[in-house]
């Protein structure tokens, strides 16, 4: 059981947060959406159960993870999962334990969700530096992992700054969240012109890894999302004249950053059918689909709030159905192979691409 697994929490909490705010509400997508975040809730505590278990049993393998090439970066999944379900929390789960314990809930999640965040930010790069074997051709979506919590930090956080008291606290928050936004974005934005650079010159690995692909949507769709509610908030925590620069700045780094969304979108789409053609098997890399996906829709909703602009609000509806028939498709497949076993059960070494698979995961 490795952190891979938390990327089932966050493909499906984003289902119930991206309902909660879409500018298209349907006949019961809140109560759809509640349900979905009590079973990402409910996810999220098997998970630190049978992770935690998994560590005190297995202390040698569960630190083996950390050493690895490519499983060490899915370490970015658990506190995304924190960040997704506290966020869920405030925006659907009050309806069902009360606003008050709904706001306590999240203020929890959200702490240990962002410590978490910028621990993997800080070491798991470090780890590449300095003690994992990289390879010229080694760059994936994946290497996006660690560093993405703090951007879900920045856009989670916005949610909570209308529920602090007006002062020092409430502002050092709002401009706390804008300086985890670019340590954030910075950082992706290397990382993806990494993996362009591979995909030019090495091309795809041709196995479940190309997933991981969509993983390069996280970054992008929740930058936008960050930026949507933090100007959105920012009245009421810094000075009008900034205020309004926040809010401008939400549009004019919003949609650039969307055009290259759909442009990613459309390249990731196009190999990914390539490679399913070819034969790609299923493997945890498939939550791929599922939570960057999602963050795209939560930026496509701040954008056509700011802008007001129809289409997007059209685009928006669009990216949430798409989203639901990804989750569905991975939620069932998963379910799937884990009550045969197939994803609980080591690989053979001599199964390179089975080995990939399980070692290889996805989220955000």
């Known amino acids: 059981m490795g952190p891979n697994w938390f990327a089932s929490v966050m493909g499906t909490g984003i289902v119930a947060t991206a309902a909660a705010s879409l500018p298209v509400q349907w ?3 809140r109560g759809f959406a509640q349900g979905v975040w009590v079973l990402a809730a409910v996810l999220l505590v098997v998970l630190v159960i049978t992770v935690g278990a998994h560590w005190l049993r297995h202390p040698t393998v569960a630190r083996s993870h950390a050493h690895n090439p490519q499983m060490a970066h899915f370490y970015g999944a ?27 809930l999240d203020w929890v999640l959200w702490t240990l969700g962002t410590a978490g965040g910028l621990f993997t930010a800080t070491t798991i790069p470090f780890l590449m ?18 560093v993405v919590p703090p951007m879900v930090s920045a856009a989670t956080g916005a949610l909570l700054i209308p529920h602090m008291a007006p002062g020092t606290a409430r502002s050092t928050m709002l401009y706390g969240c804008f300086a985890m936004f670019g340590m954030s974005m910075l950082a992706a934005l290397i ?29 992008l769709g929740q930058s936008i999302t960050a930026a949507g509610l933090l100007g959105s908030n920012a009245a009421l925590a810094a000075d009008p004249e ?21 442009l990613w979108i459309g390249l990731a789409a196009a190999l990914t059918v390539r490679t399913v053609l070819r034969g790609m098997p299923f493997a945890l890399t498939w939550w791929s689909f599922t939570f960057p996906v999602g963050t795209f829709v939560t930026g496509t909703t701040q954008l056509a709030l700011h802008t007001g602009l129809p289409v997007l609000r059209i685009a928006a509806a669009v990216g949430y159905l798409g989203l ?38 996805a989220g955000a």
Request: hydrophobic share 55%; proline share 7%.
């Open 129 to 146: 530096f300095t003690l994992h074997d990289v390879g010229p051709d080694a760059a994936f979506g994946g290497w996006l992992m660690p």
């Open 27 to 29: 006949p019961g997508l």
């Open 191 to 219: 990382i993806i012109t990494m993996i362009w650079s591979r995909l030019v010159h090495y091309g795809t690995s041709g196995t479940v890894r190309v997933a991981t692909l969509w993983i390069v949507l996280g970054p």
């Open 242 to 262: 900034i205020a309004r620069g926040m809010q401008v700045f939400a549009v004019l780094f919003g949609v650039p950053v969307w055009g290259f969304a759909v």
């Open 78 to 104: 658990a506190p995304m999962a924190f960040l997704t379900v506290g966020a869920g929390a405030l925006l659907v789960g009050g309806d069902l334990i009360g606003q008050h314990y709904a706001l306590r």
């Open 324 to 361: 639901l028939g990804a989750w569905c498709l991975v939620a069932a497949r998963t379910a799937h192979g884990s009550v045969r076993g197939e994803l609980l059960v080591p690989s053979s070494p001599v199964d390179p691409s089975r080995a990939a698979g399980q070692l290889v995961a």
